[in-house]
């Protein structure tokens, strides 16, 4: 035989703090829009710079000789998204400060 026991559990208590934070209130409203405005023009451009790749690539191993596709394909693009992705996350962290 088995025997069932239950437990209650009790609500965990949440500290407030005083006053709080309130980015409606702490942040001025222009700031904020122009926080956004920023943040939408560097995905933008990260957006721009990853199409123009996506469909330079095919056009750039169309142009080159038989056997060096394997280059721009392995050797090329990779290092230019780190690059891309590094370039893109310095300047989010810029624009965050």
């Known amino acids: 035989m088995s025997r069932r026991v239950t437990v209650e559990r009790r609500p965990v208590a949440v500290e407030r703090v005083p006053g709080g934070y309130d980015p409606a209130r702490d ?13 939408l023009r560097l995905a933008l451009v990260t957006v721009g710079v990853v199409g123009c790749v996506l469909v330079g690539l095919p056009v750039l191993v169309g142009l080159l000789p038989a056997g060096e596709e394997w280059f721009v394909l392995s050797v090329a693009v990779q290092p230019l998204w780190a690059a891309l992705a590094y370039w893109h996350l310095r300047r989010a962290e810029r624009l965050e400060r």
């Not at 942040?27 to 943040?39: G, K, S, T, W």
């Open 27 to 39: 942040v001025p409203p222009a700031e904020v829009r122009a926080a956004v405005a920023a943040q």
